[in-house]
């Protein structure tokens, strides 16, 4: 019996002082409601709006000094759940992300008001689904408002494998034309030879941009065999020059890599 399943949880942020001498109170009082309801045995669906972040753990500080950005993991709890659902390609770690929800609410280091967000995430019948949509509100020299949104589908297929699909809509800095589709396949199998595992997995990502150049695509291609005795990992992976999604992360545009650990 899974009961109602509704979580409510709102949240006020307030604050005042006297700024200066002979001055009245300047205050502000900020309303937050975020909003879970059990969809099913394993789908869940989200709703926050006017979203408090003030409890957020802060970033680790870091020095680059490189020319490539760095990563920062997720720590908001609205992007955190579920977050699973929306991984996409073996192999692909942080080196390149289709969706990367920190594009989300923060832009150049600054936070943007989200105003509303809706999010399905969860599994059923063999379907791993996400579907997120959030709307931000605009801050004067860093970002316009946006809604930006992204779905990922992936179907379990054969007794271990599965394949699948994303897609990503809207630009968190009000850049026109922003889309992104990608696919991928993974082959898994844990009875190779009897009792040994092995994972090929194939990917592949087109986006475009009004402001981008033609070569904007990436794809690669991943093998691993993790075993006792052996545990092998080979991958290649090129991504286009002109290769930067809205709401993705990537380390090094314009690449052909490759990787093979043992």
């Given amino acids: 019996d899974l009961g109602v399943g509704l979580t409510v949880r709102p949240a006020v942020t307030t604050g005042g002082g006297i700024p200066a001498p002979n001055a009245g109170v300047d205050g502000s009082f900020q309303p937050s409601l975020d909003v879970t309801q ?17 409890e957020t753990e802060v970033d680790t500080r870091r020095t680059n000094l490189t020319r490539f950005p760095l990563f920062f993991p997720e720590k908001r709890t609205f992007f955190l759940e579920g977050a699973d659902i929306f991984g996409f390609g073996l192999g692909l770690g942080t080196e390149m992300l289709p969706y990367y929800s920190r594009r989300i609410g923060l832009v150049s280091g600054r936070e943007v008001p989200i105003i509303a967000g809706g999010k399905v995430n969860g599994r059923a019948a063999g379907t791993n689904l996400g579907v997120q949509v959030v709307g931000t509100n605009d801050v004067a020299g860093v970002a316009p408002d946006a809604t930006m949104g992204v779905v990922r589908v992936k179907q379990n297929v054969l007794a271990e494998s599965s394949v699948g699909v994303i897609a990503t809509a809207g630009d968190p800095r009000g850049r026109a034309g922003s889309w992104l589709l990608g696919g991928d396949a993974t082959y898994q199998t ?56 809205s709401l993705g992360f990537v380390a090094r545009p314009g690449v052909h890599a490759y990787a093979f650990n043992t």
Wanted: proline share 4%.
């Fill in 38 to 54: 059990r969809l099913g045995s394993n789908l869940l669906g989200s709703l926050t709006v006017n979203t408090d972040f003030a």
């Fill in 190 to 245: 844990s009875r190779m030879k009897g009792d040994k595992n092995f994972l090929l997995g194939v990917w592949g990502i087109a986006m475009g941009r009004d402001d981008l150049g033609p070569d904007s695509s990436a794809y690669g291609v991943s093998l691993d065999y993790p075993n006792d005795l052996w545990d092998t990992v080979v991958k290649y992976w090129r991504v286009g020059r002109d290769f930067d999604p």
